[in-house]
């Protein structure tokens, strides 16, 4: 989106033009980056020069076909560290794309807007693939008929409040094992087993704060609790950083009324006829007395 201001200054004699990247991670952070010499502002934004971020050519076109480019840069501490781009933070992450004037930043057009893709690494240089707003309209979107429910616990669909007392817990790292998967806990009672199995972990501080995990398997063991991801955390994790776990869901009728007391929001069809029935039909011999139909029985 090109302003009137940006046209009139391209149609002139001299430009004095530079790139711009706003980078919006998913925990809030706001990053910028300039290709030019120095630092340039853009809605309160400093765009660091020297980060050594540059673009290909973005490749754009009509239709619902996803608009796409890369983003090069060099991995420093300063700019794009190692850490955060293995840890996820960028991954996700919101872009866009400016081509500013920098001796006047308010004059500047909008070249690219999307979101950070595929990332990878090599040595002390990244690649980033830059995805365009359509790209979320290639994702499946629909409801399927299945026994289990198809919302997400504490969701509009859901409606479950999950700040209610019981179902979550903050705790002080205790023990860690195998790569950031596995927390032991030697006391950690008020809550059943298996409690936050399918549930979530989120890191409240630490050099991992902001990170967040999905739980395989809760046990009580020992008088203690041993908790295991299904992925491990991504950062460093150390004894004493601050976590919170939130209570899990399996998707049954059975746990959304006994669990949460929340049949009324239940998306799920538990009693949807199983394979056997549908592929059933009348055989000879088999009884018809108009009752229900059972594959392998008579009636």
Same mark, same amino acid.
């Given at each position: 989106?090109?302003?009137?201001?940006?046209?009139?200054?391209?149609?002139?004699?001299?430009?004095?033009?530079?790139?711009?990247?706003?980078?919006?991670?998913?925990?809030?952070?706001?990053?910028?980056?300039?290709?030019?010499?120095?630092?340039?502002?853009?809605?309160?934004?400093?765009?660091?020069?020297?980060?050594?971020?540059?673009?290909?050519?973005?490749?754009?076109?009509?239709?619902?076909?996803?608009?796409?480019?890369?983003?090069?840069?060099?991995?420093?501490? &300063?700019?794009?560290?190692?850490?955060? @781009?293995?840890?996820?933070?960028?991954? =996700? !992450? %919101?872009? +866009?794309?400016? *081509?500013?004037?920098?001796?006047?930043?308010?004059?500047? &057009?909008?070249?690219?807007?999307?979101? @950070?893709?595929?990332?990878?690494?090599? =040595? !002390? %240089?990244? +690649?980033?693939? *830059?995805?365009?707003?359509?790209?979320?309209?290639?994702?499946?979107?629909?409801?399927?008929?299945?026994?289990?429910?198809?919302?997400?616990? =504490?969701?509009?669909?859901?409606?479950?409040?999950?700040?209610?007392?019981?179902?979550?817990?903050?705790?002080?790292?205790?023990?860690?094992?195998?790569?950031?998967?596995?927390?032991?806990?030697?006391?950690?009672?008020?809550?059943?087993?298996?409690?936050?199995?399918?549930?979530?972990?989120?890191?409240?501080?630490?050099?991992?704060?902001?990170?967040?995990?999905?739980?395989?398997?809760?046990?009580?063991?020992?008088?203690?609790?041993?908790?295991?991801?299904?992925?491990?955390?991504?950062?460093?994790?150390?004894?004493?950083?601050?976590?919170?776990?939130?209570?899990?869901?399996?998707?049954?009728?059975?746990?959304?009324?006994?669990?949460?007391?929340?049949?009324?929001?239940?998306?799920?069809?538990?009693?949807?006829?199983?394979?056997?029935?549908?592929?059933?039909?009348?055989?000879?011999?088999?009884?018809?007395?108009?009752?229900?139909?059972?594959?392998?029985?008579?009636?």
């Amino acid at each position: 989106m090109t302003s009137e201001a940006m046209t009139t200054h391209l149609a002139g004699a001299t430009t004095t033009l530079c790139r711009a990247w706003t980078v919006t991670r998913r925990d809030g952070v706001v990053l910028g980056f300039t290709d030019h010499d120095r630092d340039v502002e853009i809605d309160g934004v400093v765009h660091r020069a020297g980060s050594g971020l540059t673009a290909r050519a973005i490749q754009q076109g009509t239709g619902l076909a996803v608009d796409n480019s890369e983003a090069l840069g060099a991995l420093t501490d &300063a700019a794009i560290s190692e850490t955060d @781009l293995a840890a996820g933070r960028y991954d =996700g !992450a %919101e872009v +866009r794309l400016w *081509l500013a004037n920098w001796a006047d930043p308010s004059v500047r &057009a909008l070249l690219f807007r999307g979101s @950070l893709g595929e990332v990878g690494r090599k =040595g !002390a %240089e990244f +690649r980033a693939e *830059l995805r365009g707003l359509s790209d979320a309209l290639n994702q499946p979107v629909g409801l399927s008929y299945a026994r289990g429910c198809s919302a997400v616990l =504490g969701d509009s669909r859901c409606r479950f409040d999950l700040t209610q007392p019981g179902y979550f817990s903050e705790r002080i790292l205790e023990g860690l094992e195998r790569e950031n998967r596995v927390f032991s806990f030697a006391t950690f009672g008020g809550f059943d087993d298996r409690w936050f199995e399918f549930g979530r972990v989120d890191v409240l501080t630490g050099a991992a704060a902001g990170l967040s995990g999905l739980v395989k398997s809760d046990r009580i063991k020992d008088g203690g609790r041993r908790i295991e991801l299904w992925q491990g955390i991504r950062a460093a994790l150390a004894a004493g950083d601050l976590v919170r776990f939130t209570v899990g869901c399996d998707k049954r009728s059975e746990t959304c009324r006994e669990k949460f007391a929340n049949l009324l929001n239940f998306r799920g069809f538990p009693h949807i006829p199983g394979e056997d029935w549908l592929t059933a039909y009348p055989r000879a011999g088999q009884g018809s007395s108009g009752g229900s139909l059972q594959a392998g029985t008579s009636t």
